[in-house]
């Protein structure tokens, strides 16, 4: 509390405290707000952390990021591991944009990891390899008398394009007012942001 409130520490054996120009970034996955009304949360501390707040989504619910923090982690990790990184399969691409990822991005990390320190020296990573326990080996990869219903869209993908077709037709009506789209749609403005960063659109670009 005092490092916070006053930007100065006292170490031990010292007499005089020391002046500190530090940011602090804390984070977690319980709202604070609630621990706070329960009294598992001391008031004080959380106002002197609640200053700029950041929402991050889950994962599961930015799908749009998933392939760019995949790429990212693979990159990144082949030059520690000395693995070549080519890239994914189209199978790898689908089942990492279907996974629910209750892991969240550690799991997302750790899985690239994994598939990296087991691959071979081609550099593709491939659904399998991504998702050992999770895939069959005879569903690793589709055949090729497969790839004729690849035009065929799962659920969840249906879904997902139904969902930003809908929220980009509200919007539109709306002429991009938050407020009103939320009434629309039966949403709260919260709900209607976080659908408008989940599927990447600009509520300023449905302005009239």
């Known amino acids: ?43 004080d501390l959380f106002y002197r952390l609640h200053v700029i707040p950041i929402h991050a989504p889950a994962l599961r619910d930015r799908p749009q990021d998933i392939l760019y923090l995949a790429s990212l982690f693979a990159s990144r990790l082949s030059q520690k591991l000395g693995k070549p990184f080519a890239g994914f399969t189209p199978h790898a691409e689908k089942s990492l944009q279907l996974h629910s990822w209750p892991g969240n991005v550690r799991e997302l990390e750790n899985r690239v990891e994994q598939a990296l320190a087991l691959s071979d020296q081609k550099g593709y990573l491939t659904a399998k390899s991504l998702f050992p326990d999770l895939i069959d080996d005879n569903e690793a990869e589709p055949a090729e008398s497969d790839k004729l219903s690849s035009n065929v869209p799962t659920f969840f993908e249906a879904k997902i394009s139904f969902e930003k077709s809908y929220l980009e037709k509200v919007l539109l009506v709306a002429r991009g007012n938050i407020s009103r789209a939320a009434k629309l749609a039966s949403k709260s403005r919260t709900e209607v942001y976080t659908l408008i960063r989940k599927h990447g659109l600009a509520a300023g670009n449905f302005k009239k």
């Not at 500190?20 to 329960?38: F, G, K, M, N, P």
């Open 1 to 43: 509390m005092r490092v916070l409130q006053e930007r100065e520490i006292l170490p031990v054996g010292a007499t005089q405290p020391i002046k500190v120009d530090v940011r602090i970034i804390a984070a977690t996955h319980r709202s604070l707000q609630d621990e706070v009304a329960r009294g598992r949360f001391r008031q």
